[in-house]
């Protein structure tokens, strides 16, 4: 390989003509640049403990270029700007990493700003992370991209990262993982994986048009993260901690569906959550213990626009202390109650629909607080109301059409004065 300066103004530029050759003979030297940009066509870097490393403020280019063989990572950036287009990493054995991003060690505080652009890339093969981020000062703008066995497709320790269209299967851990970080993901399909997204203590996370297929245990987890936004989310067959586990967050959900999860549908415990406009059909539960669609704890939920079919717990759950708003929801064929609360919680429904519930419409129970307005029910095998009125239990009803009316006859069951229509 050699280097040769182009014309005035322009950037010189390696090239190792027109077919594709192997990278220098000493692995232990990677391609490096000095402090111009530099820009690599049809090549290929085999081998070596880093295919190449970019420092201090320079700009690599590199077009078509395919890196392999590496046995610590392909691309190291601890300052200045990579860009590849059309590129190829493959990974021969695990734990090796495609692109990294962090500062060098020694480097002052704060360290130098690094960043990379990635556009119609591909990663093959068992990297431990295909692209990871440590450090505030790293970003990441990554488009068309697809990840076809790395364990993680991005994993971030801080920094910032956009990914835009890219498609992630056959990995085992998350396949975008944030910790501290912002990540920003727009149209992005994930087959298989622990969890398609995970999210710890993030700054910022934003999901605009998401995929997951048989997630082993969730669509997606959020812990302790704020500034969560996840808009028409669509997760299929996941696993045993729900389509959305969110932990002790705030979030907001827009037009979500969720179909065959298995245990939970939504599980929320602790923080906020503002749901509007989501589907969950088939809830699933191994034991028979959960299966719910919503299944709130200790959280302060409003929720609105809900459809919640078929599944083998409640249809919505409020426990532990919860605050739970809901309006405007269908509810069909749930298991056990279309709205159960527990253990202190609060449930204000509004404007609901239950159809074919296969215990009771309502249940209350642990001191728990349930107020229904505007309900039109049908079908229940065991009664409308079951309730265990011992403590503070209540079940206040409001306008309400059922066929059955069993269970109102409950000493904790009252009926609210429905407001007056006022004279002409």
Not at 9 to 25: I, K, L, N, V
Not at 248 to 263: C, F, M, P, W
């Amino acid at each position: 390989m050699s280097v040769a300066s182009g014309p005035a103004g322009m950037a010189p530029t390696a090239f190792a003509g027109a077919e594709p050759s192997s990278s220098a003979a000493d692995p232990k030297e990677p391609p490096t640049t000095g402090t111009g940009g530099v820009l690599l066509r049809n090549l290929e870097v085999r081998g070596g403990t880093w295919g190449l490393e970019v420092t201090g403020s320079t700009r690599v280019t590199v077009e078509k270029v395919g890196f392999s063989g590496q046995r610590r990572g392909a691309v190291r950036i601890t300052a200045g700007r990579f860009e590849a287009v059309d590129a190829r990493f493959e990974a021969s054995v695990s734990e090796t990493v495609g692109v990294l991003l962090e500062a060098p060690e020694g480097a002052p505080s704060p360290a130098p700003p690094r960043s990379t652009w990635l556009r119609g890339t591909s990663f093959t093969g068992p990297f431990r992370r295909a692209v990871r981020l440590r450090g505030a000062e790293s970003q990441a703008l990554l488009e068309d991209l697809r990840f076809v066995g790395p364990v993680t497709a991005v994993g971030m320790d801080g920094g910032h990262t956009e990914v835009r269209r890219a498609g992630a299967e056959g990995g085992r851990g998350a396949a975008f993982s944030v910790v501290e970080g912002s990540l920003v993901l727009r149209d992005v399909r994930v087959l298989g994986h622990e969890l398609a997204v995970s999210a710890m203590r993030a700054q910022r996370l934003e999901v605009r048009g998401l995929l997951s297929v048989g997630a082993e245990r969730a669509g997606l987890g959020v812990v302790a993260s704020r500034g969560v936004l996840l808009e028409d989310v669509v997760v299929r067959g996941s696993g045993s901690h729900g389509a959305l586990q969110l932990t002790t967050s705030d979030v907001d959900v827009r037009r979500l569906h969720v179909e065959g999860a298995a245990e939970y549908g939504v599980v929320a415990v602790g923080g906020r959550l503002r749901l509007r406009d989501g589907t969950m059909v088939g809830v699933r539960s191994a034991d028979g213990v959960t299966g719910d669609g919503l299944h709130l704890r200790q959280v302060r939920a409003d929720v609105e626009g809900v459809v919640i079919r078929e599944t083998t717990g409640a249809c919505v759950l409020a426990a532990q202390n919860a605050r739970v708003l809901l309006r405007d929801a269908e509810l069909e064929r749930c298991g056990q109650a279309a709205l159960l609360v527990d253990t202190l919680a609060t449930l204000d429904a509004t404007g609901v629909e239950a159809r074919d519930s296969g215990e009771t419409v309502l249940a209350a129970m642990g001191e728990g607080d349930l107020r229904v307005d505007a309900l039109h029910a049908r079908g229940s095998r065991q009664g409308f109301i079951w309730a265990e009125c011992t403590g503070a239990t209540r079940v206040r009803l409001g306008r309400i059409r059922a066929e059955d009316r069993r269970g109102e006859e409950a000493a904790c069951v009252e009926r609210i004065a429905e407001p007056r229509t006022a004279p002409r």
